[in-house]
Structures are given as structure tokens and as C-alpha cells.
């Protein structure tokens, strides 16, 4: 979620090949509300041939590995990181106007196999 679009998300993979600005990356939106706003269910469902981005139990991008520039790399364990980021080359640096301090609400994060 960029700050300055509130009404869309990207799912995005990164590895060898597909990184920084050219990484692997699907954008869905919203036309009559926002994700700043209530909360929402985001899910990523991973196997060891493809990866499923979810909002709201709405798939909007599968990735396998014939999607990608470069090596599959999503068949060993990974880690999950949740942040906020103010700044930088993707979404631009901050203005005077930009609201602090800023937040991230989560209600839960659940992993399975």
C-alpha cells in the first residue's frame, strides 16, 4: 500500500534476476473505498510451483515459474516481514505534508501448511 494511493495494493515477488525495479509485481484495486480505511483479509497462498495473492478472498495474481526472468527460488522456507516504510526510491521521499507519525493495524497473521 502506498500512501499515496490508498486504494491499491501490489503483490510482489523479488529474487535473483527480479529484484529492486525490476521485481515480479500485480496491482489490485478498489474504485469505492480504501484499505486505510477497515480492515482487511490480504493472503498469500505458496507452494512449491506457484504463489496466490488474495484480498478479501479475491485472487488477483498467481506467479509461477514461468513467470519470472530468472531462477524459481520459492521452493526452500522463507520469512514473513511486516513494516511501514516512509520514503525511498518506490514510493518517493516525504513532503512537508506528509502525515507522522504513521501506523500499521494488524489484527492477526497466521501461517499453515
Given at each position: ?15 535473483p ?9 500485480q496491482?489490485?484495486?478498489f ?42 527460488v520459492y ?5 514473513i ?14 513532503v ?13 497473521v497466521?501461517?499453515?501448511?
Amino acid at each position: 500500500l502506498r500512501g499515496q494511493e490508498p486504494n491499491i495494493i501490489n503483490g510482489t515477488v523479488h529474487g535473483p534476476g527480479y529484484s529492486g525495479g525490476a521485481a515480479i509485481t500485480q496491482s489490485f484495486g478498489f474504485t469505492d473505498k480504501r484499505f486505510d480505511t477497515d480492515y482487511h483479509l490480504f493472503a498469500v497462498e505458496w507452494t512449491e510451483s506457484s504463489i496466490d495473492f488474495f484480498v478479501d478472498d479475491v485472487l488477483y495474481q498467481r506467479i509461477t515459474p514461468g513467470d519470472l526472468t530468472g531462477e524459481w527460488v520459492y521452493d526452500a522456507p522463507f520469512f514473513i516481514i511486516l513494516n511501514v516504510a516512509v520514503g525511498g526510491n518506490y514510493v518517493g521521499f516525504p513532503v512537508p505534508q506528509t502525515p507522522f507519525p504513521q501506523t500499521m493495524s494488524v489484527d492477526y497473521v497466521r501461517v499453515y501448511r
